[in-house]
């Protein structure tokens, strides 16, 4: 039987309920805490003494059976039909998995379907061109994501001789995959008992477990990982229970108003029975995202309008935008508009007449606000442009696509009004 969270620190006798329905009062890190009534789920008079290490262990054991157990043919009758649960390609299950990354279901539903006929094995996007694989994520957001599964693609092409890993250890190597999406993988695509832990699915061990430390709650927490390998090793299917796991903290144990009295494990649920479920996990004090106020300078040579091709690192790493300026010391003349100097020094384009839109164009990253006063401005002559710009005709969008923020500032511009397509 592996061992879970090793020895206690304390091996004297610990109490315990006889009916080890208890088994999550170890907290990693907190060590073995004495039971009272209000621990134990059957209440005051059943707790006999037992040693600590074997009597968690089985109740471990114990626990991850009961819940691998009532997940399955509870998964099997009410899953969502998801175009990804479908298959059993584990290419198309690593690019579902990276592409729900801090993506809702329902985006994923469109894109997912598109990006596979485009690139429908490891080979095709491997061989494919960065530009085509970003303007098949265009939308989407997270570019990262894509540059990443584009790389990892082709280390697969070359190293894996184009089969992706069945195996963790393996998998880990590949660029872009992380702990999460070698488990998803493995447990989804090959019936591994190999463990994931994502935001839905720590929240769930979290209130089943009781578990009240912040700092234990969240999806790096080593005990969920634990808890998470032993559920799947005590499983009949780990790639049932994998995706079981994830679609009752997706479906049924939603981080407000969990419903309880549809969930397949409440009678092993310790936030349930204390009353537990709005205070596990602890809500999270975000602090408010950084604000950049910038102008987003539209400039014009006749019809045609300048894009440009972000860096390779920081946000919206090399997708086409406009030339963004911050606004702070970069005013026009009697403060209005965006400054011409600055344009020149930006661009090396002389330009004239900035025109100040009053519309405001606001983006949220996850870490951070854009707000983009978009100002028109007419380029003097037809200069020569350095590469990382382009001139796009009327109601055309540059190859590769645009990120949503790019469009939203077309749309600020009128430029959307006019039929797009690829320039
Ligand atoms: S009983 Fe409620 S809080 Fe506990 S796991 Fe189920 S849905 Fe979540």
Redesign the pocket.
């Known amino acids: 039987m592996p061992k879970i969270w090793g020895k206690s620190k304390n091996p004297s006798v610990c109490w315990w309920p006889s009916q080890k329905l208890c088994a999550h009062r170890f907290t990693p890190g907190s060590g073995w805490q004495t039971p009272t009534a209000g621990d134990c789920q059957i209440g005051v008079g059943f707790f006999k003494p037992h040693f600590c290490n074997s009597c968690y262990i089985d109740g471990v054991t114990d626990f991850a059976r009961y819940i691998a157990t009532r997940l399955d043919p509870w998964f099997r009758q009410n899953h969502r039909d998801l175009a990804w649960r479908r298959t059993r390609d584990p290419y198309a299950i690593w690019v579902s998995e990276i592409m729900l990354q801090q993506t809702r279901v329902d985006t994923v539903k469109d894109y997912y379907p598109r990006f596979l006929k485009r690139f429908p094995d490891v080979g095709t996007l491997a061989a494919a061109d960065q530009a085509s694989v970003l303007e098949a994520w265009s939308g989407l957001g997270y570019y990262r994501r894509a540059r990443l599964l584009h790389r990892g693609a082709k280390y697969v092409a070359d190293e894996c001789g184009g089969k992706v890993p069945d195996r963790v250890e393996a998998l880990r190597k590949v660029p872009g995959i992380g702990p999460y999406t070698a488990g998803a993988v493995a447990s989804i695509a090959f019936d591994r008992p190999a463990a994931l832990v994502d935001g839905n699915v720590a ?2 061990l979290s ?2 477990q009781g578990v009240q430390d912040p700092k234990h709650q969240d999806a790096k927490a080593a005990g969920h990982w634990q808890a998470a390998q032993a559920i799947l090793e005590a499983a009949k299917s780990p790639r049932i229970v994998a995706q079981a796991l994830m679609e ?1 903290g997706a479906t ?2 939603t981080p407000a108003n ?3 009295l ?2 397949p ?2 009678p092993r ?1 310790v ?2 029975a204390r009353g537990l ?1 709005s205070e596990i996990p602890a809500p999270k004090k975000r602090a408010p995202s950084p604000r950049d106020d910038l102008w987003a300078v539209a400039i014009y040579s006749g019809k045609n309008l300048l894009v440009h091709k972000r860096p390779d690192k920081g946000l919206l790493a090399g997708m086409w935008c406009l030339p963004l300026i911050p606004r702070e010391g970069n005013r026009g003349r009697g403060g209005k508009g965006v400054s011409l100097a600055a344009v020149r020094r930006q661009t090396g384009l002389r330009v004239r007449a900035a025109k100040e839109l009053e519309t405001m164009v606001k983006h949220v990253f996850t870490h951070r606000v854009w707000e983009l006063h978009p100002c028109r401005v007419e380029v003097v002559g037809r200069p020569e442009l350095a590469a990382n710009y382009a001139w796009i005709d009327p109601g055309t969008l540059p190859a590769g696509g645009v990120p949503k923020v790019t469009k939203k500032l077309l749309a600020a511009l009128d430029w959307g009004s006019r039929p797009a397509k690829s320039a």
């Open positions: 929240r769930v209130r089943l009752l049924v144990c969990p419903t309880c549809m969930c494990v409440r649920c936030a349930r479920t």
